[in-house]
């Protein structure tokens, strides 16, 4: 570690000042030990170091960066380690945080839904029985998500029962109201816009936040359609 010191400020300082310096702080060495570290030959280990290290930045970037020190030793295992000779997983590890090379965890998943503080007042219209004897009488919402490599991504839709059409839907990466509101709207103006009469509609969805806010409710309202509300997660998409 010394003489990687020196040589990686020996530039800056000089060989003899930083070996005075380090001598002074206790940890003695004079320029001639340095001079004849730098002339011998690698070691063995140490080459042997740099080919593992080598080897092990392919296997990671050959795998997006993803692979961990578990993933990593076992993909060596396949090769037939490094040279033919095994790597133990302790050497992974050790030129891994060397190296400054870590895996991605596998996150847990978000929750989407949210329940709504307080007693829900609307009645479950659904029951369940999700059938609709023709289209724009029953419509059904919800959230999911999608794990990109920036994070988790939220796809609101609103889907009719009658046909299974996606007649709004919004992406976006928070769980706000809006992403919710904005798939309502999407479906409410398609429909409108085609000269579909939506009086009496029925909207099912679950007890989140995003459902039961005063836009939300609101929103449905003025367009003349009954809100329904089932347990936490009761709605088409999740079963």
């Excluded at 380090?22 to 063995?44: D, F, N, Q, V």
């Excluded at 046909?163 to 409108?192: C, P």
């Excluded at 816009?193 to 009496?200: M, T």
Aim: some cysteine; proline content about 5%; aromatic content about 8%.
């Amino acid at each position: 570690m010394i003489v990687e010191y020196i040589e990686a400020n020996k530039t800056e300082f000089g060989v003899e000042p930083i070996c005075a310096a380090l001598t002074e702080a206790g940890a003695k060495i004079a320029p001639s030990t340095y001079y004849a570290a730098r002339s011998r030959p690698p070691s063995a280990r140490s080459v042997r170091d740099t080919e593992v290290s080598e080897t092990i930045k392919e296997v990671h970037q050959e795998n997006y960066g993803v692979y961990g020190v578990r993933k990593v030793h076992a993909a060596l295992a396949r090769r037939g380690g490094v040279d033919g000779r095994p790597v133990a997983r302790c050497t992974v590890a050790r030129m891994m945080k060397t190296a400054g090379l870590r895996g991605i965890s596998r996150a847990k998943s978000p929750r989407t839904t949210r329940p709504a503080p307080g007693p829900e007042m609307r009645p479950d219209l659904v029951g369940r029985a999700f059938t609709a004897p023709a289209p724009d009488r029953l419509w059904v919402a919800d959230i999911t998500y999608i794990k990109t490599f920036s994070g988790w991504v939220y796809a609101s839709f609103v889907i009719d029962v009658y046909s299974r059409r996606v007649v709004g839907w919004q992406v976006a990466t928070h769980l706000r109201t809006s992403l919710a509101l904005d798939a309502l709207e999407m479906g409410l103006w398609r429909r409108v816009h085609d000269g579909q009469d939506l009086a009496g509609l029925v909207h099912h969805s679950d007890r989140g936040v995003q459902y039961v806010a005063v836009r939300y409710t609101q929103r449905l309202a003025d367009a003349g359609a009954v809100a329904s509300v089932g347990s936490t997660g009761d709605c088409l998409l999740t079963g």
